[in-house]
């Protein structure tokens, strides 16, 4: 149990669905991270919140939509989602993001399907 | 870009000391160098974190060289349950460079 909890933990979905991943944290943290793990690749960092303001966007696609209406709370918004984005998402939170060391604590994960 | 790069598996019988070694040659002077645990099903889990030379924590060592392009994870008497993937993350600005991990399985 690391203080970092992601529903649902298991997702199938068709391209034409919406749907929505929870992530929310109990270690007062103020930093939140997505990450897509796919099968044999490194842990793609999707989005950065800092104190509720989104501090980075690495070129993910418009059908990713996050939301983070508190420093406890992290959303991601799915819809026409493709078959590759079938994978793992993860939520991580820090005490406070930036370019100094900041442990992540990571969630279980939302394993994601898309048919 | 600070990419990390590491080896795709390795085994080890319990009891060895293992070590798991991470390049990272373009690493820059402010970053920090991570390492994570990731069980099947979970996500990953903070084991250590370094920036230079040599740091010691209940479950692990790391050793980070002078220049800093590679660092090494030490785990001291592994046993069944270390069984696991090993990611390297460097910490680069506002940017998380995790390597493709390390396949740990410990043989009894």
């Known amino acids: 149990e690391t203080g970092v909890t992601q529903t649902p933990r298991h997702l199938v979905m068709g391209m034409t669905n919406k749907k929505s991943l929870k992530c929310e944290q109990h270690?007062?943290?103020?930093?939140m991270y997505w990450y897509k793990q796919s099968a044999k690749k490194p842990l793609e960092l999707m989005f950065v919140y800092n104190f509720k303001e989104q501090t980075e966007n690495n070129s993910v696609p418009s059908r990713f939509s996050p939301e983070c209406p508190n420093s406890s709370h992290l959303f991601l918004h799915l819809h026409t989602l493709q078959p590759e984005d079938s994978a793992l998402y993860l939520c991580?939170?820090?005490?406070?993001?930036?370019?100094?060391?900041?442990?992540?604590?990571f969630g279980p994960g939302t394993r994601l399907t898309v048919l | 870009l600070a990419k990390t790069t590491q080896p795709i598996s390795m085994d080890s019988y319990e009891g060895q000391e293992v070590n798991i070694t991470c390049s990272h040659n373009?690493?820059?002077?402010?970053?920090?160098i991570t390492w994570y645990q990731q069980f099947p099903s979970q996500g990953p889990r903070f084991i250590i974190q370094?920036?230079?030379t040599k740091v010691t924590n209940e479950v692990a060592s790391l050793f980070i060289p002078a220049d800093r392009k590679s660092s090494t994870l030490s785990l001291p008497r592994v046993s069944l349950s270390d069984t696991a993937v090993y990611y390297c993350?460097?910490?680069?600005?506002?940017?998380?460079?995790f390597g493709t991990g390390t396949s740990l399985t410990v043989i009894p």
């Open positions: 993350l460097v910490e680069s600005g506002n940017q998380f460079y």
């Open positions: 370094g920036y230079k």
């Open positions: 991580a939170s820090s005490q406070e993001g930036g370019p100094r060391s900041d442990t992540q604590y």
């Open positions: 373009n690493i820059a002077t402010n970053d920090y």
């Open positions: 270690l007062g943290h103020n930093a």
